[in-house]
């Protein structure tokens, strides 16, 4: 076939792609959804309701609630006892039953699978909390559960992405201490606190500060003595942009009138390797990260990050809390969905993901990942009330430092 | 670890077959511009829960090896490489295609894959401690050396006008900027676009700057199909080992780039990518006759091949023996890993010492596989290059569309992807070398991070740069191959105003 007008078929070719292209941007809004719901929700991202007026009143089935987390905790128990036959290889068994029983179900919610988006890639710690937690949900839901690995800006384009889609309750994110710090810095067009309707948080802190085992500092104090009289020589790393290490960093810094000097690795394989090389002097770092670095005798913990103290890692060592530090962040995992989502559906999603962590699958995956000991379970009005307490916080730290937030904005 | 032992075990018939159905997914996932390894990687992943482990990353290593073989397969063929790695084999690859040898590159292709994959494994087995040691004192300055080495080979890409490959290679380096900052996390050059924040991927990037720029290109001049006929690829034997002569001329090729590349890939973030662009760029160095490279040299197949199948063995290291990942791929293995109650690390070889010697073993049975089957397939790849034009750009588009959405699953990257292709194609039209600007972006945010915490670590003091060995020997090396040209071409202009004055150069 000879081209006859390279130009026109230039042009068609060109045309035909930005269809495909325009087609994948407006992704899967949703085709069920309630009618009205739909459009408006997919127009104006963000700037939904910017007062702090939100979804809020769930004063009528609170009591009813806590019936439910009752009934939840009891056939977890009988699961744990062996009293009702648990298979996370079948579609239902008797705990499943017994919880879709238990939970109260919104009328033809879920009627088709639930998308979770997950701002971070395959097999990081967000993407493992998201599948694990996922896994029975998935059986209690009796729907799919689609996990999307949308990386980028420390979550944000994948929680930017869900403020695009129906507010349905079948777009929903996994969101970590992150989205609140870039709330409280003002970086992104939306209001991470104000604009997202919470569901459940359920995972919490269990960072360490470590240094390499031949290192002269023997406890955290001697550390943070030689922090107060060299400013800014104590190098300590922790994960990239956005993260609550700094600001722990700056709280602790403010406390003992000194700064560190600190120097963010994206991946933890720089972190890591930083400390082992000497080029930082102190490592924050999850303790089921470097468990194995640990055991191996190779980095030693001065300190836990938190309130909590790890019984098997180190009993004798403290907590920055129990040395009377100020700990303005935690680090918690937990489930998000856009603000316009009925609030009985974000009841439904809170019972289910709830439900789910009592049950073995994800209570070994927390063990594995030393999760178990952070607790860290908050409901979504706990979690709300939290997350506007982080970022206020954090945005008066970062006000009292000059913490380049002008600069963040374009 | 034994490396007879894990090679004993990838040998049972049934992690064979894994591995052997790794190998093809691989290749398929690797040759088809859109789809990289990585895709293929992420898509097992709910695989391993039946599979167990063992098994699962048995079949991983298997479409790793192959996939990073693959890449660059399309690189050669049709200048359209499904990964970063083959955008350097595709310099060369190309136009031997073009010249009618396809069968030639890309048997050398595959075969300096397999060598270089082998190599590396053997290295890895055998030196990978000592090696590790060093791997360990690259810091961030060390890095940002490394990069502006890698940003040297920049000349070495260059299609003729020496400004143009500089001007490519700065514009990726922009490109590299955009998104948030990597230190500070300020939002830079995202104009609004909130997705934009993510920066630019570099694989939406390539697709766009190669496969899909190499479809409008084509489209445009009525041009198209690799203009081969049934009868050229009956010419090619049915089992297309390459030439002795071809193995004799690159043999040190394939060690140099083997060598180079596997300490590369122990490097935490550096990765095949760099290392592919290093083997290059240095084999360009080395030769004698620089000028060949470019226009269809062997050599500048096998460099970057060896050196990235190599280094995706290295990469092993740092993951095995720290829990580190150096790059994609690996980041993936160690989430399967930690799904099944594995936790690399120093203990794995004293936890499970039965899995890592599984995971040398099928890195070597992998190499000798994707050999065999690679050169088996050589036909049926060549075949590919006489499917009429109109069809093929269409299958390409759809790939690319579908391959660039599946890696991050962000709308953003198909505009990304598309907005590269425009570009892509007046860089054509106008003779910017589009590899320069892909090292620039590949390279842009290494290096920025390294100069940046690099100043970090040392209190704010930029004499680290000077007084840390390695980074002092690096960034002279790279000082020197960057005068280098410049004081060879200064001679050779004297030379020719000696013989005849010349018209002074535009601009």
Redesign the interface.
């Known amino acids: 076939?000879?081209?006859r007008s390279?130009?026109r078929?230039?042009a068609v070719?060109?045309i035909?792609?930005?269809a495909?292209?325009a087609c994948?941007?407006?992704?899967d809004v949703a085709d069920d959804a309630p009618p009205g719901d739909d459009g408006t929700a997919a127009e104006d991202p963000g700037d939904t309701e910017g007062d702090d007026g939100d979804t809020g009143d769930t004063g009528e089935t609170g009591g009813n609630q806590a019936d439910v987390l009752a009934a939840i905790d009891e056939i977890a128990a009988q699961v744990e006892a062996g009293e009702l036959a648990y298979d996370p290889g079948s579609d239902a068994d008797e705990a499943i039953e017994a919880l879709r029983e238990a939970i109260p179900q919104p009328e033809g919610y879920p009627g088709r699978p639930i998308e979770i988006l997950i701002g971070f890639?395959?097999?990081?710690g967000s993407?493992?909390y998201t599948r694990n937690v996922g896994r029975d949900a998935e059986r209690i839901l009796g729907q799919r559960l689609i996990y999307?690995?949308?990386?980028?800006?420390?979550g944000?384009?994948a929680l930017?992405?869900m403020f695009t889609q129906a507010a349905d309750g079948y777009t929903i994110a996994s969101a970590i201490t992150n989205q609140v710090i870039n709330d409280a810095?003002d970086?992104?067009?939306y209001s991470f606190v104000d604009d997202v309707a919470f569901i459940i948080r359920q995972q919490g802190p269990t960072e360490i500060y470590w240094v390499a085992a031949d290192n002269e500092w023997e406890t955290f104090e001697d550390m943070l003595d030689y922090a107060a009289e060299n400013p800014?020589?104590v190098?300590v790393s922790g994960s990239?942009?956005?993260s609550d290490d700094e600001f722990r960093l700056l709280a602790l810094g403010s406390e003992i009138d000194s700064t560190f000097?600190?120097?963010?690795?994206?991946?933890?394989?720089?972190r890591?390797?930083?400390l082992?090389?000497g080029?930082?002097d102190v490592l924050h770092e999850t303790a089921g990260?470097?468990?194995?670095?640990y055991?191996?005798g190779?980095i030693r913990p001065l300190a836990y990050g938190g309130d909590i103290v790890f019984e098997d890692i180190d009993p004798d060592i403290p907590s920055v809390a129990d040395l009377g530090y100020p700990v303005p962040t935690g680090r918690w995992r937990g489930m998000v969905a856009p603000g316009d989502v009925d609030q009985e559906i974000i009841d439904y999603l809170h019972n289910v993901f709830y439900a789910s962590a009592q049950l073995p699958s994800y209570k070994e995956y927390e063990v594995?990942f030393l999760q178990h000991v952070a607790g860290g379970y908050l409901n979504g009005e706990e979690f709300e009330a939290e997350a506007r307490r982080e970022r206020d916080e954090i945005a008066a730290l970062a006000e009292e430092f000059g913490y380049?937030a002008g600069?963040?904005?374009? | 670890m034994d490396l007879l032992t894990g090679i004993g075990s990838v040998l049972e018939p049934f992690h064979l077959l894994l591995l052997l159905g790794g190998v093809v997914i691989g290749l398929i996932f690797g040759t088809i511009p859109g789809l990289s390894g990585i895709t293929a990687v992420a898509l097992l992943v709910p695989f391993s829960y039946v599979l167990g482990a063992e098994a699962a990353i048995i079949m991983m290593i298997g479409v790793y090896i192959a996939a990073t073989c693959a890449g660059s397969l399309a690189g050669s063929l049709f200048n359209m490489p499904g990964d970063v790695m083959g955008a350097a084999t595709a310099r060369d690859g190309y136009p031997l295609t073009q010249q009618g040898q396809a069968g030639r590159a890309i048997s050398m292709d595959i075969t300096a894959s397999a060598v270089g994959g082998f190599i590396g494994t053997v290295l890895l087995v055998l030196i990978a401690p000592q090696f590790l040691r060093i791997a360990l004192r690259f810091g961030p300055p060390e890095f940002f050396a490394l990069a502006i080495l890698g940003m040297t080979s920049v000349a070495s890409l260059a299609m003729g006008s020496l400004v143009k490959a500089l001007l490519a290679g700065t514009f990726g380096l922009l490109l590299a900027t955009v998104g948030l900052d990597p230190v500070s996390g300020a939002v830079r050059f995202v104009f609004g676009v909130q997705p934009l924040q993510g920066g630019i991927d570099f694989i939406p990037a390539i697709i766009g700057f190669f496969a899909v720029a190499e479809i409008f290109h084509a489209l445009y001049y009525g041009t198209g199909s690799g203009g081969y006929s049934k009868e050229d690829i009956k010419k090619v034997p049915r089992f297309a080992l390459p030439s002795i002569a071809d193995l004799k001329w690159t043999k040190w090729t394939m060690l140099r780039s083997s060598l180079l590349g596997n300490f590369i890939g122990m490097l935490p973030g550096a990765g095949s990518t760099v290392a592919a662009f290093l083997g290059y760029g240095t084999e360009v160095q080395m030769a004698k006759d620089p000028s060949k490279f470019g226009k269809g040299e062997i050599r500048g197949v096998v460099a970057p091949e060896a050196a990235n199948n190599s280094a995706a063995a290295g990469s092993m290291v740092p993951l095995l023996t720290l829990g580190i990942p150096g790059g994609a791929v690996t980041a993936i293995m160690l989430g399967v890993f930690i799904l099944n109650g594995l936790r690399p690390g120093p203990l794995l070889f004293r936890d499970a010492p039965e899995i890592a010697s599984s995971v040398f073993g099928a890195l070597m049975v992998a190499s000798v596989v994707v050999f065999f089957v690679g050169l088996l397939l050589v036909r049926v790849l060549l075949r590919l290059l006489t499917i009429p034009f109109e069809i093929f750009s269409t299958m390409v588009l759809v790939f690319a569309v579908v391959g660039t959405f599946a890696i991050f699953n962000r709308p953003i990257d198909l505009w990304i992807m598309l907005i590269c292709g425009v570009l892509g194609f007046f860089a054509k039209q106008y003779e910017f070398p589009v590899s320069a600007l892909v090292l620039g972006l590949v390279l842009g945010d290494i290096a920025e991070i390294g100069l940046v915490n690099g100043v970090n670590v040392t209190r704010g003091s930029w004499g680290i740069f000077f007084t840390r060995p390695f980074t002092m020997a690096t960034l002279a090396i790279s000082l020197l191959l960057l005068l280098m040209p410049i004081y060879f071409a200064v001679q050779r202009r004297r030379e020719r105003a000696a013989d005849a004055p010349t018209r002074e150069p535009v601009g």
């Open positions: 076939m000879r081209i390279k130009t078929q230039f070719v060109v035909s792609v930005l495909l292209v994948g941007s407006d992704a890639g395959e097999g990081g993407d493992n999307n690995n949308m990386p980028g800006a420390s944000e384009v930017g992405h810095l970086i992104q067009p800014g020589q190098r990239g942009i956005g000097g600190f120097v963010p690795f994206d991946g933890v394989g720089g890591i390797s930083a082992l090389a080029d930082i990260t470097v468990m194995d670095l055991e191996d190779q594995e380049d600069a963040l904005q374009e």
